[in-house]
Structure formats: C-alpha cells, structure tokens
C-alpha cells in the first residue's frame, strides 16, 4: 500500500501506513500529540525538529500522510495505533450515485487493481473490525477480476517494541488483512524494514564514528598544546635549595624569581594589566615567602605604611611592618601614584636595615624584600597615565628596574577563546599610538563573557569600546567584522539576563 492508493478521509488506512513509515524510521514509540494540546512547538522540539514547526510541518517532516482533520490528529492516530493497538474509526459517508471506476492498489509486492463497490460501507461498531476503502483513480492501470465489495482489516496491535523483526511482521499482518489479489510476505516487509533502517543506522554510525575521531583528534592537539605551554623553571642561588617551577608564567618570571631569592628590591615597570602582581605572588609562592600586597595613592599617608598609637597607646600594625619584621615580599602597588614624599619615608627600611616605627627602630628580617610596581619609570605623568606623580631619584635608586610588558604568549595559552584572543591582540596592535588601554584582561574578561552566553559583539562592545571615540570605534567594529565574519550570519541574540562568571585569571 502506498500513499498514493489512500483516501486522505480513509483514517484507519492513512493509520496503518504511517505506524509503517514511523516505524521504518527507527520511531518506534511515537509519543502522544494529544498531550501537548496546541504546542506544537514543544512536541517538535522533542525530536529535534524547529520551533516553528506546525503539526503539519511535523507529519511532513516523519513523511507521514495527513488526514482531513490535520496533522495533530494524524499524530494522535498513529500514536493509539503504534502504542495502544487501535485503529481510528471511521465515520461512513452516504452511498454515492455514481458508479466507480477500478483503482489501483500498491502493496509491498506488486501493483494490481481493484474495483470497490458502489454502495458505501456501514459504519462499524467499536467492536467491529474497521473497514478500509480504497480512493478511487480516474484511470484503472489494468483489468483484474473484480472485488464485490471491501475485505474488512482485523484490527492488530503494534505495540512499541525495539524489535524491527517483531514491528514488521505485525504490520505485514495488517497489510494482509486487505485480501487483494498480491500476496503479502511477512518476512519480505520485514527485510524492507531492516533494510531502510539500517541504511539509517550505518549513516548515522558513521557520522557518529566520523565526530569521536575528530573529538580525538582535538584532545591529543590540546594535549600537545598544555604541555608545551607548561614551563619547568629550576632557580638555583649559592648554596639555597634549588626552586622548581611548573605552570604558565610570565617570560619575566624567572628574572624576578632571581631578584627575590637574593633579596633584591625591584621596581616592575610596565602597561596596565600586565600581570605584575600576579607574577610576584607566584615568585613569593616558588620562594616559600609570605606574600604580602599594598595599593598606594595621592592620598596613601605615612601611618597606612608605618602604622601609628592609638589614643589608648596600642600600636597599630601594617602589612608593612609584617613583612619587614617577620619576613616576606611586600608589594607596593601603584608606587607611581603615591605621594612621592610620602614613599621617601621608605628610603631608611630599604637602604640601612633599620626603619623607626610608632612603637620603636625594628631591623629588617634577612627574608624582607619589596617589589613596587608602576606604569611608568617615576617620570610622572605621560598621555596613557595622567595621574601619576614623579618618583624621588632617592627612590628610584633603592631599586633594580625591571621592564615589564604584555607576555602575549602567556596571554594566548591563558584564552579559552582563541579567536577572541586574535581580535583583541589585532585592536591592539591597531591602536597602540591611541591613548587607549588594551590589556590581557580584555581577552580574559571576553573570553568569561563567551563562555557564559554572550556574543562577541556583547563582549567587544562592553570589554573593548566602553565608550570610544565614534572613529576608534568604527576602526575596532571593522576588524571585528574581518575576524569574525563566518559568524556574524548565524549568531545568536545577546542575553543580557546571564550573569557572568567572577573572573579569576590573575589579571
């Protein structure tokens, strides 16, 4: 039986086939379109199928036959036949005047021809197997022996099973029950259902096989990457235990490990976001020293670093003298924007050994080193960083400057997105005589933003323009277009209702 032989008022008919054409589609348990009422979004997002998709559009997309009634119903009926073992009842129309012509019938087998009766069939009780008549075709293909009136089906149950074997032959029994002159083989239905399934399973197996050996592929290339992102640092200082280092570092790490462990000051001087802070934590980390950090401004007194009595006569500490007394690396953050005057008062802890208190002279533990970090080389002020003040050449001359710039090999093997990685270090490079400050955290700040949900055009907007110049922004907007324009076509709405992750990369 075809769909080309099938009345679309034929209910019971159009019923059959499609438990048929489900099933030799690996749809074996259709579910209930009667649940879903008027959503038909939600039943054709349960197989896959888009949103958008009406119950016709489903039945269309199963190449199921649609009934008069549409395609819910037509869903509803294959479900009762499949799972419940019902056929659908068929209300009879009146008899037709007219007499009809012979029509064909196409089984599994072979074509033929049948002649249905003139008169219209009466309506079945529940009870009662159902009837199927056959639509008749305006042009008989052959002249066969004629069939007085219709063979009624036995209604049979197909139940959901996982055996294609077993849904086959019950629905060559079904098909049987039409009686025609073509002989109906079980086991010959059958192997035409093993074989359009199949046929499915070996394309799908071989999609499937084809994506897990590209996941491979992609986890040994990752694992090269990782391990060739892994640095191994062993620093040796006179007769000191050696220090071994593993992990991503900056290219300046190993020098300021050097500095450290023979207890030398160091000014780190470079652009925003650099990592500097970061790298002297995990220097402190290699050494074994406390780690202690302090950010200095304008305002930033002589108390907040050397503490002060209190009105009671307690002495009130500072992480300063922590370190300087017990032991440790003090960093002195934005040394550059403090009160020159007010850092000199350091010129006396980091030069003689001794430094005077509130409460008294205390000698610098062997295990104090500072590390002051700046953006500029105490110059004072340039067009990037107008709010910085000079540094004392008294000051500056406590300390071994060490420059220190954007590591974007660190910054690439950091990134978890590497086409956002590309964009920024391209704005970047495209920008650097603009008073503009592009950092790392720029690429790991989007990249936790991708990760979350956003766009890039979400992240750029709020992590690279934030408020440029209408020109620098239309220049950035351009690159991004050069970058990311496979994707521009297919990306997804911004939803600005996902709440990013805090992020913590050390920048």
């Known amino acids: 039986m075809s769909a080309q032989t099938i009345a679309p008022n034929d209910t019971a008919a159009i019923a059959v086939y499609n438990v048929a054409q489900l099933n030799s589609t690996g749809f074996t348990a259709i579910a209930n379109a009667a649940n879903y009422q008027n959503n038909a979004a939600g039943f054709a997002q349960l197989y896959g ?6 119950w016709n559009q489903i039945c269309k997309a199963f190449g199921l036959i649609i009934e008069e ?66 639509a008749p075709q305006p042009k008989p293909q052959a002249d066969v022996k004629p069939v007085n009136k219709p063979v009624p089906v036995t209604q049979t149950a197909v139940p959901a099973t996982d055996s294609i074997d077993e849904t086959a032959r019950l629905i060559a029994q079904a098909l049987a029950g039409l009686k025609t002159q073509a002989v109906i083989n079980p086991e010959t239905v059958a192997a035409m259902i093993n074989e359009a399934v199949n046929a499915k399973m070996q394309a799908v197996q071989q999609q499937f096989t084809e994506l897990i050996e590209q996941l491979n592929r992609d986890v040994e290339l990752l694992a090269k990457d990782q391990k ?61 020293l406390d780690f202690y950090c302090q950010s200095v401004c304008a305002q930033t007194s002589k108390a907040e670093l050397l503490g002060y009595m209190s009105a009671t006569g307690q002495y009130i500490s500072t992480q300063f ?10 960093v002195l953050d934005e040394i550059d924007a403090g009160n020159p005057n007010v850092i000199a008062v350091l010129n006396s802890a980091l ?47 406590r300390f071994s400057i060490l420059e220190f710039q954007y590591d974007e090999k660190l910054e690439k093997q950091l990134a978890t997105n590497k086409q956002w990685f590309k964009f920024v270090k391209t704005v970047r490079n495209s920008l650097k005589n603009e008073r503009i400050v592009i950092s790392p ?29 209408i020109n620098l922004a239309a220049k950035v907007k351009a690159i991004f277009t050069e970058i990311y324009k496979p994707q521009l076509e297919t990306a997804q709405p911004v939803n600005s209702e996902v709440e990013p992750v805090v992020l913590d990369a050390g920048y």
């Open 49 to 54: 199928l888009p949103a958008d998709y009406g």
């Open 321 to 330: 003298r922590q370190a300087y007394e017990f032991g440790g690396v003090f």
């Open 351 to 397: 030069a003689n050994g001794y430094c005077a208190f509130a409460d008294g002279m205390i000698k610098k533990h062997k295990d104090f080193v500072l590390v002051a970090c700046a953006n500029t080389f105490g110059t004072g002020a340039d067009r990037s960083y107008v709010g910085r003040n000079q540094l004392d050449a008294a000051t500056l001359d």
């Open 69 to 134: 009634k549409g395609g819910q119903r037509t869903l509803i009926n294959a479900y009762k036949l499949q799972t419940l073992g019902k056929l659908p009842q068929k209300k009879e129309q009146a008899p037709q005047p007219k007499p009809v012509q012979p029509v064909t019938v196409q089984t599994a087998a072979q074509a033929v021809a049948v002649t249905p009766t003139t008169a219209a069939p009466q309506v079945q009780q529940p009870t009662q197997p159902v009837t199927v008549q056959i």
């Open 228 to 288: 060739k992102a892994v640095q191994t640092i062993e620093v040796k200082v006179n007769d000191k235990k050696p220090v071994k280092v593993e992990g991503l570092v900056h290219s300046q790490f190993e020098n300021i490990v050097k500095h450290l462990a023979i207890r030398d000051n160091l000014l780190l001087v470079g652009a925003a976001g650099s990592g500097k802070t970061t790298a002297c934590e995990q220097a402190a980390n290699a050494l074994e």
């Open 441 to 469: 955290r720029a690429t790991l700040a989007g990249c936790n933003l991708i990760n979350t949900g956003f766009t890039p055009e979400y992240a750029m907007q709020v992590r690279i323009i934030k408020g440029m110049d």
